[in-house]
């Protein structure tokens, strides 16, 4: 059984350009949350995809969007990069089983450098 | 105002010494989550301990412990014998029940413990 997994791994952009990250959640899981991790930090929520849709958002600007496909995967785009957006993007995935809670499962990261 | 606080954020001992993680948190909702991770160099994030706010009993799973206080909002993390292998940044966070329950996390900063041999 796959858990998480996240591509690319490393990732060098220059200041103005756009990226995209991605995300394939564990088998089972529908729902995909995302996390900004600088370097020294601790892991900052940026948004969550369920049923394709936004159901929550961090405080993060808009050039932070993201998608969620019907295979449940999921894609974080951030336009008009700054030096600042330079960490380490953390994806995770759960599910909402019989006790109520969404335990959540992390993959390994992408990591985003901004020169 | 949900927060988390890692008071403590670099520590070192030496090998087979026990080493407490303290851990303080905010939070105005009834029903809330307290959690454990530890992050090694690797940077993916290991789960070791989810605890409810309505379970105050402390637990212990071979060497790792969690005491759990609701009176002055603390959950600390005590590793006995501590191992070079237990190197790694640990982080305490926090997911309210009131949040549309979506499971969403709020991190500390992190606490780098460092366990020399």
Redesign the interface.
């Given at each position: 059984d796959a858990g998480v997994t996240q591509s690319p791994t490393h990732l060098i952009k220059t200041r103005g350009q756009q990226v995209t990250l991605r995300c394939s959640p564990k088998s089972g899981h529908d729902t995909v949350s995302w996390y900004q991790q600088a370097l020294g930090q601790g892991p900052q929520f940026i948004f969550q995809y369920y049923e394709e849709e936004e159901r929550q958002r961090g405080n993060f600007p808009d050039r932070f969007s993201g998608h969620q496909f019907p295979n449940y995967s999921s894609e974080l785009n951030v336009n008009a990069l700054l030096l600042g957006d330079s960490a380490l993007y953390l994806c995770a995935s759960s599910w909402l089983p019989g006790t109520g809670f969404y335990e959540q499962y992390f993959g390994p990261g992408t990591r985003l450098t901004v020169t | 105002a949900q927060k988390?606080t890692q008071a403590q954020t670099e520590i070192s001992v030496v090998e087979k010494e026990d080493v407490t993680l303290d851990c303080v948190y905010e939070t105005r909702d009834t029903t809330y989550?307290l959690f454990w991770?530890k992050q090694p160099p690797?940077?993916?994030?290991v789960?070791l301990i989810?605890r409810?706010s309505f379970d105050e009993q402390n637990e212990i799973s071979g060497r790792y412990s969690w005491n759990f206080q609701k009176s002055t909002s603390s959950f600390n993390f005590t590793i006995t014998a501590s191992q070079v292998v237990d190197s790694a940044v640990y982080?305490c966070?926090l997911?309210e029940?009131g949040?549309?329950?979506?499971?969403?996390?709020?991190?500390?900063?992190?606490t780098t413990l460092q366990v020399k041999p």
């Open positions: - | 988390v989550y991770y690797s940077g993916e994030l789960f989810r409810n982080f966070a997911s029940y949040s549309g329950n979506t499971g969403k996390l709020i991190f500390g900063q992190g």
